[in-house]
């Protein structure tokens, strides 16, 4: 019985620099200006959509500079303090549906404060903890006091 020799593996970066001459080449011939203009404004979206889910306090001070790049979508779904503080400078910025259905509590916070931009609907939907007691407060103070 012969043994099979193992199958020689060639690390990923011996090969790197002749597919990155392969696809420059093609990026010369193929791509157009506006071409590399909407590949650079996706690249920047992914790396924004990254940076917004991002726990980490430092993203504030970026996102605080860049607002119009940063994803109000995703902003609205991170439970992070930096998310409610950007949130909160930001109102003008957030989209108020996204926000009636975010899960994170500070949503809630925001929603209590600016009750005129609640999207009833998504609230109603809401399934987390807060969502209820808020729509319960809401109704509360404007029905009976």
Known sequence: MTTASPSRK???RANASK????SER????LWTEEDEEAWDKRRRSILW???CRSQKPHIINTARSYKDMVDWSIIVQNPANWAYELAKE???MLNWSD???SSVEWAGRLLNDNIDKVDWQKLARNR???ARELAKEIVRRF???
């Open 90 to 92: 930001s109102l003008d």
């Open 26 to 29: 093609t990026k010369r011939a």
């Open 128 to 130: 987390a903890p807060w």
């Open 143 to 145: 029905y009976h006091d």
């Open 10 to 12: 060639v690390p990923a």
């Open 99 to 101: 926000l009636s259905a």
């Open 19 to 22: 597919y990155k001459v392969r």
């Open 49 to 51: 959509q990254g940076m």
